[in-house]
């Protein structure tokens, strides 16, 4: 039978990438509800092509355009953000792959997880801000929430097999980004540019962004912290230039399982939807002999302050993450509005985790306040 699936955040790269791998296996996958943020264009073009059961524009100045270009398609089409919550709890789905970005992407995936549907997570940003809540509600649901980030999926699939075996430890691999080795004086000058050009994956500008800070990799440390149920100590960066080692685990009598493959996310967006299964593919193959060195170094804290920043965050626990990810998104969208520098954005962070409301144990409606208040701090910094 055909997997039915919902992919919030259809234009973007995940998204994007994941219809690749779904017009391969039409036997084994369909398209059932397409959200995008703003992208009418392109959402259009794939609802033409893909024929979903729903469509969904979240700006809602964009509902006529959108319904205007489908005019001629039997295709429901709503606008908003209620509507993209809404249809992730669809009963027609079988899956959600949620790559909205940022914290947009909390609501639609908890009412997918209350439906109990199945969740292949490309939202980071959603187990930073509210880990404990998703995941103690996916237990209480009995359903699975798969990470389709290339590391965070390695992890998972190390441990097929490894039920009750103890973790000693995880290693989330970092490429080091395009300013890898560079010292703070050259960061100064960083421009936007520059920071976009990372030298091994295609990404989003937000992504790509966070990666050149190392803020993803403090992101993809809290996200881990959860989905795998880790303590912070657990959870090591080691900065792997080429890419080819996505994450290792490390278990307590000391063996190191490690997932490897050539850089290309279609491949943990194929196992995520695929699961349990392995499927087929024609996807680039990795050949030893076309890497006869893989090196690894210690992350540099001190010159890329924001991943010491996320540890602390992680450690302090309570609604300091979702503040240090609220924080991140506004600054790094003023750093590619040229509205601040690259340093200025670990500056900016800091002092909005210093000044926002530390709540210990938050409930749902504590991490929407948090989020809106430490907008409005970093906001008023960037000024």
């Known amino acids: 039978m055909q997997k039915r699936i919902a992919i919030l955040g259809s234009t973007g790269s995940i998204g994007t990438q994941a219809l690749e791998v779904i017009k391969t296996h039409p036997e084994l996958f369909s398209i059932e509800v397409l959200t995008a943020n703003n992208n009418v264009e392109l959402l259009a073009n794939q609802a033409k092509e893909y024929q979903p059961n729903v469509v969904v524009i979240g700006n809602k100045e964009k509902y006529d355009d959108l319904k205007s270009a489908l005019s001629n398609e039997s295709i429901k089409i709503y606008a908003g953000e209620q509507a993209i919550e809404q249809v992730a709890a669809m009963s027609t789905i079988d899956m959600v792959l949620t790559s909205m970005v940022g914290f947009s992407g909390l609501l639609p995936t908890i009412r997918a997880v209350e439906a109990g549907i199945p969740v292949a997570l490309a939202n980071k940003e959603t187990l930073v801000v509210a880990g404990d809540l998703i995941m103690e509600l996916a237990a209480k649901k009995q359903i699975p929430v798969i990470p389709v980030d290339s590391e965070h999926s390695a992890i998972f699939q190390c441990l097929q097999g490894e039920k009750g075996n103890i973790i000693e430890k995880i290693m989330l691999t970092a490429s080091g980004g395009p300013f890898r080795g560079k010292s703070v004086d050259f960061l100064k000058k960083v421009t936007k540019c520059q920071a976009l050009n990372h030298p091994n994956w295609k990404m989003g500008d937000k992504i790509t962004i966070d990666s050149a800070s190392l803020m993803n990799k403090g992101l993809e440390a809290i996200e881990a912290r959860w989905l795998f149920n880790l303590q912070p100590d657990q959870i090591e960066i080691v900065v792997h230039p080429q890419s080819i080692i996505h994450s290792m685990v490390q278990f307590t009598d000391g063996s190191i399982k490690a997932q490897m493959g050539l850089p290309d996310m279609r491949l943990p967006i194929q196992y ?19 890497y006869p060195s893989l090196t690894f170094e210690k992350a540099d804290v001190h010159v890329f302050k924001n991943l010491s920043l996320a540890y602390e965050a992680m450690r302090q626990g309570g609604n300091a993450p979702c503040v240090l990810n609220a924080a991140n998104e506004v600054v790094v969208d003023a750093f590619l509005k040229g509205r601040t520098g690259f340093l200025q954005m670990s500056h900016i962070i800091e002092k909005t985790i210093e000044k926002s409301t530390f709540i210990d144990r938050p409930m749902f409606q504590d991490y929407l306040e948090t989020d809106a208040e430490a907008r409005r701090i970093a906001a008023e910094m960037i000024k």
């Open 272 to 290: 995520a939807m695929a699961f349990p299964r392995r499927i087929e593919n024609n996807f680039p193959r990795f050949n030893f002999s076309d």
